[in-house]
């Protein structure tokens, strides 16, 4: 069973940033792709940033050159680092893990930005 826990979430104003953290149970952290997503009130879960294995990189359009996901193998952990921060980015967000037939999410952490 693999388990994600967020953390770092809270309130920051515009302009603003914030580092996510999400820590991963499981041998074989190093192989999995990890990803950020978050879910606003009234909208459908979204794809934030995904990185894999082999630590290559995908963004969504609303993030990139904002955002950027890294992960630390040793600590079995992967960031989401959030910079210039805008209120459209208010949301709960979500760590996921995906390798072979396993999807697993955290609990998920709550961000909220003040104009």
């Known amino acids: 069973q693999v388990q994600l826990v967020e953390s770092g979430g809270g309130l920051v104003q515009a302009g603003g940033s914030l580092t996510l953290s999400c820590a991963a149970s499981g041998s074989i952290f190093s192989l999995s792709t990890m990803g950020w997503y978050r879910q606003a009130p009234g909208r459908q879960r979204e794809l934030v940033a995904t990185?894999?294995?082999?630590?290559?990189?995908n963004y969504a359009d609303s993030v990139k050159g904002r955002f950027t996901i890294s992960r630390d193998n040793g600590l079995k952990t992967v960031y989401l680092q959030m910079n210039t921060l805008k209120p459209e980015d208010t949301a709960v967000y979500y760590c996921?893990?995906?390798?072979?037939?396993?999807?697993?999410w955290g609990q998920g952490t709550q961000v909220t930005v003040s104009s």
């Open positions: 990185i894999t294995g082999l630590h290559a990189t």
């Open positions: 996921n893990s995906r390798l072979g037939g396993g999807d697993y």
